[in-house]
């Protein structure tokens, strides 16, 4: 694959990975927050509405209870008692003080006759001789038989509402006994109501006017728009969710009082019904939040790491896949050299044996006796050398090729490095080029062919002095332990290898090295042998300033094949 | 001194004629054939033959059967194995079978001759011995 798209590929496989990883993590995260918030929402409003429902019906049981109780108070009080006992104004003033004394709530009694003209009074202001003839409640107790008037401030600014009964007396003319009742209780009743931040209570009439004094003055008309449209359960209470004039959602608990003529209304902003749900809501997906960012955070760090690997896998491989295919090309390679020296080698045995017979015809022929007879005597030598010459090729290339018949032994390589660099030492004299060791002394002996080892040494060295050339320069060999190998490194000064060439060097018949003077196969023989041995040779190499050769050794070879 | 009888045997005819020629011109009495059958027939009809210079790569019957068979038939010929460099094993296994030497291929006309005559005397060496022996023998019978 070209490097570009194996990068795409590989970038393509982490967002693969990171998105299957978020996906796996995510969707039953987000499914289990969104069916709990669900479940928890559906049950908290069914709870919030119970809440204020019950709020409500209780309220309005205690109010209505205790409208009817004045009510029925006052009823008894008329029934048991004649106009002429009522118009008399101890008699009064005695009930008054029973009333209050037992109720509390009464502040007065009054009995109006039927012109508006209150003829007795009990109480504690001086309302005798008062005209109700143009009040309201008036004219509506008048045509019923009781009536509860709507709360108003009255002559002394405080809250209170009237009960008026209306009483026929023996001869036919009605009498309204009337009561003026503290609302003090009552209110504080639903004056108390408080849910949450913003819930509470407070009664409506049927136009709109408070009856008791909401908590939020602000509200104070906020309330008449939802409320006066719908019907009134007179009886039940009904729950209305709607936006007040504040923008914000509330929920209201509606149930009528009086018959319906007041209202009684618990209300709640949505926002603190549920401010529980909502805080709940909040916690989840802020909990899904940093779930989904650290799931996408180590998915990303886990398929980056997880594809790295991949990666170099895939490239160790390739290169051991190149490794092998270059010893696959070496071992052919060897092997058509092998077929095609043997070849060679019965012709030019022939060669050199007809040359070698005509030198013996000339030496013992007296017939040519001319100045051609040098000429023909130096022409069948050059052809007797130059077939010893193929010959050492063939030679060669035979023992590049050939099966090792050597026979294996534990070896010092210490020792042998030594022996061989004694060898050489000759011919570097030659050249000016020093050759020292660097030996460490722990290595372990390996198992190996002497005279195999000594090949591949002495072609490394003879290498190296070549590469250093005439004018002088360095040649190093050291030993060292690495792991399951003992590394023996060959370094020289001398002109390096060009990078072009470098993949190449191991190549049979690959020179560079005049005609004549090399036949190209000796590092291709040390790396036959090397390779054979379970072991790796290797080269750095920087032009101008020198090249190593790094031949490792297994301590514990066994051969390649058997 | 006796004529040296020397068979040559290669499936390579050039290089058994030329050699032919120059063995003949060192003085030797030399018969070239061209397989190992041609060889046993050769040494089977000339019983003068002292030594056999013996290819180990050859069609048909090779070198070293040729040899055994040699061996087998005529122990007291000595062969001298020639061989190219990829067959210095088969060589080395002739020589255990009972081959006198070996010589690789392209071979000095020196060397061979040298190795000739080293077979020649040990054949010479070896049947004096025999004939020693029977004379002993054949003395002792007298006693």
Known sequence: MEPDKTRQYYRLLVRMIVILMVCISIIPLVSIGGVTIYHFSRSLKKSVVTHLETIVWEHKINIDTFLNEKLAN????????????LLDNSFLRARLDVFQERYGEFVD????????????????????????????????????????????????????????????????????????????????????????????????????????????????????????DVVVPKTGVSIIEDEGETGNKTIYAISGLKDGEWILVCQQDSADAFSSLHQARRLVVFISLITFVSVMVISFFLARRLVGRMETAYLERAKMH???????????????????????????????????????????????????????????????????????????????????????????????????VGLSRRTARYSNTKI??????????????????QQVLLNLINNAIDAVGKDGGMVMVTTRSGGDYVVVDVSDTGCGIPEAQVQRIFDPFFTTKP??????????????????????????????????FHVRFPVHTGEKEA | MITTHVMLVDDEEPFVETMTKRLTKKGLNVAGVFSGHEALDKLASNRMIDVVVLDVKMPGMDGLEALQEIKKRFPLVEVIMLTGHATVESAIEGMRLGAFDYLMKPCEMDQLLSKIGEAKDKKRLHEEKIRDAKIRELSSQFD
Not at chain 1, 209 to 227: A, D, G, H, M, W
Not at chain 1, 369 to 387: P, V
Not at chain 1, 392 to 397: C, D, G, M, S
Not at chain 1, 519 to 545: E, F, P, Q
């Open chain 1, 515 to 548: 005609v004549g003077q090399g036949t190209g196969l000796g590092l291709s023989i040390c790396y036959g042998i090397i390779d054979r041995m379970g072991g790796r040779i290797s080269v750095n190499s920087a032009v101008g300033k020198g090249t190593t």
């Open chain 1, 109 to 228: 009694l009054g009995v109006v006759d039927d012109t508006g003209h209150q003829r007795t009074y009990a109480g504690l202001f001086k309302l005798e001789d008062a005209m109700y003839s143009d009040a309201d409640w008036f004219k509506k107790a008048m045509m019923r038989e009781f009536f509860i008037s709507d709360v108003f401030l009255g002559l002394r600014g405080l809250p209170h509402f009237i009960i008026a009964i209306k009483v026929r007396d023996g001869g036919g003319r009605f009498w309204i006994l009337r009561s003026t009742i503290d609302i003090e209780e009552f209110t504080s009743l639903v004056e108390d109501v408080s849910i949450g931040k913003t819930g509470h209570a407070f009664i409506l009439n049927r136009n709109g006017y408070f009856q008791t004094k909401p908590r939020f003055k602000r509200q104070e008309l906020s309330f008449l728009s939802p409320i006066s």
């Open chain 1, 436 to 453: 020292d060791t660097d030996l460490d002394l722990k290595i372990p002996p390996i198992t190996a062919s002497p005279s195999e080892v």
């Open chain 1, 74 to 85: 006052m009823q008894a009080l008329a029934d048991s008692s004649t106009i002429e006992q």
């Open chain 1, 322 to 420: 190149d490794q092998v295919i270059e010893a696959g090309k070496l071992a052919s390679i060897g092997e058509l050299a092998a077929g095609i020296a043997h070849e060679v080698n019965n012709p030019v045995a022939i060669m050199v044996e007809e040359a070698g017979w005509m030198e013996d015809l000339l030496e013992e022929d007296e017939i040519i006796k001319s100045d051609n007879r040098d000429e023909f005597q130096r022409a069948l030598a050059q052809i007797k050398a130059q077939g010893t010459r193929c010959k050492q090729i063939t030679h060669k290339l035979l023992s590049f090729a050939r099966k090792t018949d050597s026979k294996l032994s534990d070896l010092q390589l210490n020792d042998l490095i030594k022996e061989v």
